[in-house]
């Protein structure tokens, strides 16, 4: 598909999903202050521990970083005991990093905030709307995922 297929309608949600994403994450990023973490650490420690004991590269590809920045971000959190590296059993060369539990509390605290915010907005929004939310996210997020 290309550029000038796109619809008004598919600009204006792409832009109502990035402004909406940046709104929540702004309230999650407070807490990182209190902790020296910048939101491309968090980011890495978020990836690691949603998808267990991940390589350097792995992270890497997920973060869309080159590998040489996420070793530099990982030695960063390593440093302070948010994750660690160990060794793959079965390949030694191979190192996997691993959220710790001070990594896994922030990441809660973090996610704590954004949720607590967001039902501070969605408290202003009537049952029947934050329906139509639900619905419609779910339906654009199983349609992501079918992709």
Avoid at 24 to 43: E, I, N, S, W
Avoid at 72 to 97: G, N, P
Avoid at 118 to 139: F, G, N
């Amino acid at each position: 598909m290309s550029l000038n297929v796109v619809s008004d309608d598919v600009e204006k949600i792409e832009m109502l999903l990035r402004g909406v994403s940046s709104e929540v994450r702004k309230q999650g990023r407070a807490v990182l202050g209190d902790f020296d973490m910048t939101p491309a650490q968090f980011d890495a420690l978020i990836w690691a521990n949603e998808y267990r004991d991940l390589t350097i590269g792995e992270l890497s590809a997920r973060l869309g970083l080159a590998y040489s920045t996420t070793t530099d971000l990982v030695d960063r959190i390593e440093r302070r005991a948010f994750v660690e590296r160990i060794r793959d059993e079965q390949d030694k060369r191979v190192v996997r990093v691993r959220v710790l539990a001070k990594g896994a509390l922030l990441i809660e605290r973090v996610l704590d905030e954004r949720r607590l915010y967001l039902a501070s907005v969605l408290s202003r929004v009537s049952k029947e709307d934050q329906v139509l939310i639900l619905d419609a996210l779910t339906i654009l997020h199983t349609r992501l995922c079918d992709l």
